[in-house]
Nanobody, 117 residues
Framework: VQIVESGGALVQPGGSLRLSCTVS????????MAWYRQAPGKEREMVAV????????TYGDSMKGRAAISRDNDKRTVYLEMNSLKPEDTAVYYC???????????WGQGTQVNVSS
């Protein structure tokens, strides 16, 4: 199993960014996919979730209205589109693949997003 995040970058406040999470070793459609983030000195928090059970998407309060999660099962890739970025969005963004039977699931190594002028 492998999960690889990409797309992290330095972006100015107000800018946009798209993160990608490409998986191998399991069928993307079989797992609920989520993006989490962790800023220095803070706990990891949920950003967005794409359910494999009912197809619903859920967003954490921190980026609600500014982020969109989507998946392309054929490309084995999950995306996180972020806009109106703020300095407080600076964090390492992680991709997670979980199921009801495996709630911890698989994690990638993360991709760094820095929002700064």
């Amino acid at each position: 199993v492998q999960i690889v995040e990409s797309g992290g970058a330095l972006v100015q406040p107000g800018g946009s960014l798209r993160l990608s999470c490409t998986v191998s070793g399991f069928a993307l459609s079989s797992r609920t996919m989520a993006w989490y983030r962790q800023a220095p000195g803070k706990e990891r928090e949920m950003v967005a979730v794409s359910s494999s059970i009912d197809g619903r998407t859920t967003y954490g309060d921190s980026m609600k209205g500014r982020a969109a999660i989507s998946r392309d099962n054929d490309k084995r890739t999950v995306y996180l589109e972020m806009n109106s970025l703020k300095p407080e969005d600076t964090a390492v963004y992680y991709c997670n693949a979980a199921t009801v039977d495996d709630p911890w699931g698989y994690w990638g190594q993360g991709t760094q997003v820095n929002v700064s002028s």
